[in-house]
């Protein structure tokens, strides 16, 4: 078996990141080779992954991508099981890294990013693999979205915590500050759809016989059950549709009546949202 020398430790260390004892015996496994020792830290990884499975990885990193031509744009979600983790500066830069990744080959899946290349000859689901092992709790890429419009805007909440992107109509850069105030939108007010159209048919009905049930409840005629649960609904797709909402900035003023008086005809096409948790 070769010789393993502290500088060879530390330089698999400073590729890896693992700790320097791992990192020893990775090369003595390996008899040296550097490519295999990395595989061996791999390798532990992922008997680690398989052992932590059933953990909960509810921290992490949440970071949101724009193109330079403000046309695309991308979120990752990057989890661990500790706020620890999350807050370490590494963390974050890998997570911005596989976001770099994502917004320069724009994958349509999160499995697809997943398969991308990362760097050395592995793939970024094998570098999460890895970093199971160095890191020493449950790592996973879990989420990830993309979005192409007109004008892109994104909004980072504080802390790395969520990710907004937003979609406009309209390719004008004066529009980018109002994109994020409608992405802060987003991120403190959590839309489901961005307008009525957009709300999936099973929670209208849901509405709907809530509504019924409610009116019931209070004693009102059957004959009437329709007509006040869709009353209901329509406050539902005021609290819970972007465009109608209420604009946190400003009172007594929808996102839409916002957005119609920064540009006329301005609106949002669609919007990506990824929260820890």
Do not use: W
Not at 113 to 128: E, F, M, N, S, W
Not at 153 to 166: P, Q
Not at 194 to 218: F, L, M, Y
Not at 255 to 264: D, H, P, T
């Amino acid at each position: 078996m070769s010789a393993i020398s502290a500088t060879d430790v530390k330089k698999l260390r400073d590729i890896t990141g693992a700790g320097m004892m791992d990192c020893k015996k990775a090369l003595a496994e390996a008899d040296g080779d550097f490519d295999k020792a990395i595989e061996v830290l791999r390798k532990q990884g992922q008997k680690l992954s398989l052992k932590r499975a059933d953990r909960e990885a509810t921290e992490g990193v949440v970071i949101a991508k724009v193109s330079d031509d403000s046309t695309r744009g991308v979120v990752v979600k990057l989890s661990s099981e500790t706020d620890f983790v999350a807050k370490n500066e590494s963390f974050i830069d890998l997570t911005k890294e596989f976001a770099d990744i994502a917004l320069e080959n724009f994958p349509a899946t999160l499995e697809d990013l997943l398969a991308l290349p990362y760097k050395g000859g592995i793939t970024i689901q094998d570098k999460v693999t890895e970093q199971v092992g160095v890191i020493g709790e449950k790592i996973e890429l879990a989420e990830y979205a993309r979005l192409e419009a007109p004008l892109v805007t994104s909004y980072i909440h504080m802390g790395n915590k969520a990710a907004v992107l937003i979609g406009l109509n309209q390719a004008n850069p004066d529009f980018i500050d109002a994109g994020r105030d409608v992405a802060m939108q987003v991120a403190a007010m959590k839309p489901l759809a961005v307008d009525k159209d957009g709300v999936d048919a099973t929670i209208v009905e849901k509405e709907i016989e809530i509504g019924k049930e409610q009116a019931r409840q209070e004693g009102k005629p059957e004959e009437m059950l329709e007509k006040i649960a869709l009353g209901k609904l329509s406050k539902f797709y005021k609290e819970n549709t972007l465009l109608n909402q209420e604009f946190v900035k400003e009172a007594k003023t929808s996102v839409a009546q916002y957005l119609e008086r920064i540009g006329k005809g301005l609106t949002v096409t669609e919007f990506k949202h990824i929260q820890l948790g």
